[in-house]
């Protein structure tokens, strides 16, 4: 079982940036592939981001691409997303996602939920 805790959510105006952070439970965090997701109001969820249990292989949704990136420490069970030049596209709640699957881009690969965090981004 592992539980999921983001954290740095807010208000950014646009252009702006904004470091997400999900702390994880247990042990074996390191057996577990991580992603980031988010969902917008009137929209399903998307996928954002995804790192591999080393941190070595990343994977972006085209629209972050170059703007986002994440990372993992595994000595601490982390993952974190740092977002930056954010679009007011980007506002949306953004959610932690751990594996046991490897890397995927699917929400329904996804073994773990965090409860989200709100990023609001404005002009």
């Known amino acids: 079982q592992v539980q999921l805790v983001e954290s740095g959510g807010g208000l950014v105006q646009a252009g702006g940036s904004l470091r997400l952070s999900c702390e994880a439970s247990?042990?074996?965090?390191?057996?577990?592939?991580m992603g980031w997701f988010r969902q917008a109001p009137g929209k399903e969820r998307e996928f954002v981001a995804g790192?591999?249990?080393?941190?070595?292989?990343?994977d972006y949704a085209d629209s972050v691409k170059g703007r986002f990136t994440i990372s993992r420490d595994n000595a601490k069970n982390t993952v974190a997303l740092q977002m930056n030049s954010l679009k007011p596209e980007d506002t949306a709640v953004y959610y932690c996602t751990a594996t046991e699957a490897g890397i995927r881009r699917t929400s329904r690969s996804m073994d773990y939920w965090g409860k989200g965090t709100l990023v609001t981004v404005s002009s």
């Open positions: 247990g042990r074996t965090f390191n057996t577990y592939a």
């Open positions: 790192i591999n249990r080393s941190g070595v292989i990343t």
